[in-house]
Structures are given as structure tokens and as C-alpha cells.
């Protein structure tokens, strides 16, 4: 059964907003791929839009400028090797989701590869075509037409981390393989 | 004394790369202005590069369109309540520094506001100006030309959050003034 449940488009921009490390998926119809990203942020809340740094000489960058198209899954503590052995191999060499044994459904939307387990959070993207930003800055632009999320972690457009779903927390990566953990939610006081 | 030493400019990427809230600078040199900012991630390593979202109508992307520069500074938990205020209030209404009680210094390199305590890491940018991305999505471009951050943290390149400087560990908005803290670090293995 699954635990994820839609999530409200004017929520989605939460769900990157605190900078998870995410995949990016993407095909074009006869090839697939995914990776690891580090770098993307939301740009615009309503229409929900992202910008994410894909390199250019990346198979994902190629298949998501012919489709126009791609997915982005947000993985958790227990898929931490996952995306980290996501980050260091390339689709132009071998078909990841084989390797790794990752399941996939194509999204009802766009039909981009959308992963559930061991990810905690997908969104469909529209690539925003961007020529000037894709080639000076690797820079590419999406608006998010669907997304979900797994309900023991997030709900009401709101993360919900806690000691009951250390497993489903976000990863945040530091660089050369070490990860934070989003842990411990924190509130601001007004001054 | 100052625990902040230089950070190596192939390091400065870094200090954003796991999605901190940071705090954006800036000055024309009459007026000066200080903002919260959730939407930021690295572009590039060498030369090092950002992207940050700074909304078209606030007070600091107006003086950084004016000066063709402005400071990244990033609060801890130490500065919980003062980013979060930051983020909440206008520089066209207030002076927020003085609000506040906020110290900076003029960077050496470019004259922008610099943070160090309750803050622990700061980076003084160009503005590599992009008029398309800037009015299309608020995003602005930048070359980071000099940085650095509390050694008690930030060592040789990394960060180094434990439980000896829980107060210096980074802030990462999930939304409604609700953080987490970057914490408890773990280490990705090969598959």
C-alpha cells in the first residue's frame, strides 16, 4: 500500500524549499535515467516553479531537453547510499534503475519515471526552456504540473520530521559523501 | 577574537550546498539592507557561482542592481529568531541593522555588509547581471570572489556540525518560520 497522497500546488514549493539533495529523472521514450542533485531551489510559488543545475554533458540533460520533461524525487535517510551511488555513475554507461533495482511508474501527467519507496516526496516537472541560463549556468527551469508526497512525513503542505520517521527525514548533502539529516524542527520566536 | 578564517574559493560552494537559509546584503553606499533568503543554491564550483531568488520589489534588489554587488551571510541556530525577523520585515520601512543591533563590516574586496557572529559563514558577490532570469524569476547570479566561516564549524572545505556546536549548526526553512537544523551527520557508503 502506498503511503503517499497528493500534494496541493501551492504546497509543492515546501517540499524543496529547506534544499534536500534530490533525483532527477527522465526519458525519452525509449532511454530512461536518474541522478543526483545537489543544487535546486524553488523559484515561484504560485505557478510552482524550480530551478535545477543539471550539467550539460549529463544523459539527463539530454533527455530531459528532448522531452521537454522530467521528474524530480526527493529521497530520504534510507535511501542515502542510493542517491549517493545515483550521484557517482552515469546513465551514458549503464541503465541505473536496473542496476539499482528502482521501481518506477511513468507520472500520469508527463509520464517522467516517478519513484515512491525508498523516495518521500515526486513532482512532475515542465522544463521551462531557457537557452541562455541551460548553456552559461546549467541552470534549467521547471514548473511543477503534479506532486505527492509520503503522508508520515509530510502533510497539510508541511514537513513533519520527527523521532517516530528518522528513516524518511531528507538528506542534505555536504559534500563528499557526508549528508545532514533534517532533524529536530526548530521554531522561530518573534523578536 | 574572530573564529572566521578565509575560505578557499573552491571551497565557498560549500557552504551553501545543503540548502541553508541565508541572509542577502547590500548597499548603495547611502542606504543598506540586510533580508532572509530560503531560495539559494551553487551554480558552479570554479569559478564559484550562485543563484539566489530575491523578490523584484524589495529594498536589496534594488541596491544590488544599483552597486553590482551584495554579501551572503548564514545565520545559525544561534540566530534562529533574527533570521526569521529579517525575513519578515522591509528594509523600505525600517533600517533593519540598527532594528536589530546588527554589527557588520565593509568587505575588503567589494564594500558589502559583513556578518560574522551570531552568523557563521559570509561570502561577498558580483552580481553577474542576467536580465531575462532576473525579471522572469527573481533570480540573480553571482560570483562568489572572497568568503570565509567560523572555524569552530567550517574546517578545510567542510563542515563539521556535532554535538560540540549544536548553536553554529545551519538553518534550513521548511516554511511558517519552522527550521530544521543541519545535524547529526552521516556518511554514504558504496553500493
Redesign the interface.
Known amino acids: 500500500m502506498t503511503h503517499f497522497r497528493p500534494v496541493a500546488l501551492d504546497h509543492a514549493s515546501?517540499l524543496i524549499?529547506?534544499?534536500?539533495t534530490v533525483l532527477v529523472t527522465s526519458t525519452d521514450g525509449t532511454r530512461r535515467n536518474i541522478m543526483a542533485a545537489?543544487?535546486?531551489?524553488?523559484?515561484?510559488f504560485t505557478p510552482p516553479?524550480i530551478?535545477i543545475?543539471i550539467d550539460k554533458h549529463t544523459l539527463t540533460r539530454e533527455l530531459m531537453t528532448a522531452s521537454g520533461v522530467f521528474g524530480v524525487c526527493i529521497p530520504c535517510?534510507a535511501s542515502?547510499?542510493?542517491?549517493?551511488?545515483l550521484g557517482n555513475c552515469s546513465g551514458k554507461v549503464i541503465d541505473k534503475f536496473a542496476r539499482?533495482g528502482i521501481v518506477s511508474v511513468a507520472g500520469d501527467a508527463l509520464g517522467v519515471p516517478l519513484i515512491e519507496a525508498p523516495c518521500v516526496a515526486w513532482m512532475e516537472c515542465k522544463l521551462i526552456r531557457?537557452p541562455?541560463?541551460e548553456d552559461?549556468?546549467?541552470?534549467c527551469?521547471g514548473e511543477v504540473v503534479r506532486a505527492a508526497a509520503d503522508a508520515r512525513v509530510f502533510n497539510e503542505?508541511?514537513?513533519q520530521?520527527d523521532d517516530s520517521n528518522t528513516a524518511l527525514h531528507t538528506?542534505?548533502?555536504?559534500?563528499?559523501?557526508?549528508?545532514?539529516?533534517?532533524?529536530?524542527?526548530?521554531?522561530?520566536?518573534?523578536?
Chains 1, 2 share one sequence.
Open positions: 515546501r524549499n529547506h534544499g534536500p545537489a543544487w535546486s531551489m524553488p523559484v515561484e516553479r530551478a543545475v535517510a542515502l547510499d542510493l542517491a549517493y551511488a539499482y531557457e541562455h541560463s552559461a549556468y546549467d541552470t527551469f503542505g508541511h514537513w520530521f538528506i542534505h548533502h555536504l559534500g563528499a559523501g557526508n549528508f545532514v539529516r533534517a532533524s529536530g524542527i526548530i521554531k522561530a520566536s518573534p523578536l
